[in-house]
């Protein structure tokens, strides 16, 4: 199957050529073709499925047939849990726009930076790709309309609901025409989401993606026990013995991450912290040093974590355990990706080992735990 195959034009092919995209991912195949018709989706599909650019072409090539936007009336949206997935969509977006004889204006809104910037740019936006907060914030300023939208995307819904944001979602929906085409993505599904998809869906089109299966097999386990005192210099002692160009290590609080950054950076390691109670532009930042190699080691939450994409990451360091065997896979599955090894270590509690051993339990390989009495922290 190729892209030229889905209805797509000929201005999006070569933007996709360009991008370098071989062959359209399964969720591609499926969601484009009904998209342009005009069709309501229902997408389960996990991040990295490709379902940004299963909305974003079709998008793009609607868009081309309609006159250029000059008021404050907003036609597409993009609902988003996070200030990263928010600024990664319209990253997709005005990359396959590129070649397009009509312009698209895509504005990506968020908090934890000033609004002012975002409502001076509302202005002839055809695509609005926002969080629950930020979009309210807009509205009460009334710096854009919803009431003319045609197309709504949520993406990622169930972390959206996870994350609190029901209520705001309700409130802007309010703010939505009810004749409108609806597309709705999420990792999973259950009872609170099945009962939205009741509410906003018109006969959808049901498209669901596996999630890819984490080769444990490339990455080199291996875990240390440890008392919680010697956790950091254990950690030091680890990062300061090898040659790894890139380590992400995982704490499961955003205090821990704040804590174990200092302290590496204060015995000379360069680190810096990922979490949420950074500021979108500290984030970017922090993220865009680590993948060029000119930071070593991120100290991230699993939160902000997800938003890691790294080809051929080394290391994984769980500084400390995450609640279930799922994130664990998802936190070690950050290597030995695409056919390359990876290694993962672990610093185990007295208190973790139960919970380690379930781990290794519903991942169906053991793991080696290493004394640290002969090491020198």
């Known amino acids: 199957m190729t892209f030229a195959k889905l209805g797509l034009n000929q201005l999006l092919l070569t933007a996709i050529e360009k991008a370098n995209y071989q062959s359209p991912y399964p969720i591609q195949i499926e969601a484009i073709p009904a998209f342009l018709e005009g069709k309501d989706l229902l997408g389960i599909a996990p991040t990295g499925s490709g379902k940004t650019a299963s909305f974003i072409l079709p998008i793009l090539q609607i868009l081309q ?40 204006k895509t504005v990506a809104v968020f908090g934890g930076v000033s609004i002012n910037p975002q409502m001076r740019k509302m202005n002839g936006t055809d695509i609005l790709i926002g969080t629950p907060g930020r979009l309210l914030d807009l509205l009460s300023k009334n710096a854009l309309s919803l009431n003319q939208v045609e197309i709504l995307v949520m993406d990622e819904m ?17 703010e939505i025409p009810k004749k409108r085409q609806t597309i709705l993505f999420s990792a999973t599904m259950d009872e609170t989401l099945e009962e939205l998809i009741s509410k906003l869906l018109k006969d959808p089109k049901r498209i669901s993606v596996k999630p890819a299966e984490v080769e444990v097999d490339l990455i080199d386990q291996y875990a240390y026990r440890i008392t919680p005192e010697k956790k950091g210099p254990l950690l030091r002692h680890i990062i300061n013995s090898g040659d790894w160009t890139q380590i992400l290590v995982f704490t ?52 902000a974590g997800r938003g890691i994409d790294i080809q051929f990451l080394p290391l994984v360091i769980n500084f400390e355990l995450p609640r279930s065997p799922k994130d664990y896979v998802h936190r070690i599955g950050r290597t030995g990706r695409a056919g390359a090894t990876g290694e993962a270590i672990s610093l185990i509690t007295e208190e973790d080992l139960h919970h ?6 519903k991942m169906k390989k053991h793991v080696q735990l290493r004394s640290t009495d002969d090491l020198d922290l």
């Open 158 to 174: 169930d972390k959206v609901l996870n994350m609190g944001f029901r209520e705001e979602v309700n409130q802007i929906l309010a």
């Open 356 to 361: 380690f051993k379930i781990i290794q339990k």
């Open 65 to 104: 047939g309609k006159k250029e936007n000059k008021s404050r009336n907003v036609p597409v949206l993009v609902l988003v849990p996070t200030r990263e997935l928010a600024s990664q969509v319209a990253q997709v977006a005005d990359n396959f726009s590129r070649f397009l004889s009509r312009r698209v």
């Open 252 to 303: 499961s609080s955003i205090r821990t991450a704040n804590n174990v950054t200092q302290k590496l950076v204060k015995n000379g390691i360069d680190a810096v912290a990922f979490h949420g109670d950074k500021s979108q532009g500290a984030r970017t930042e922090a993220l865009a040093k680590f993948k060029s190699g000119k930071t070593r080691v991120l100290v991230a939450t699993d939160l």
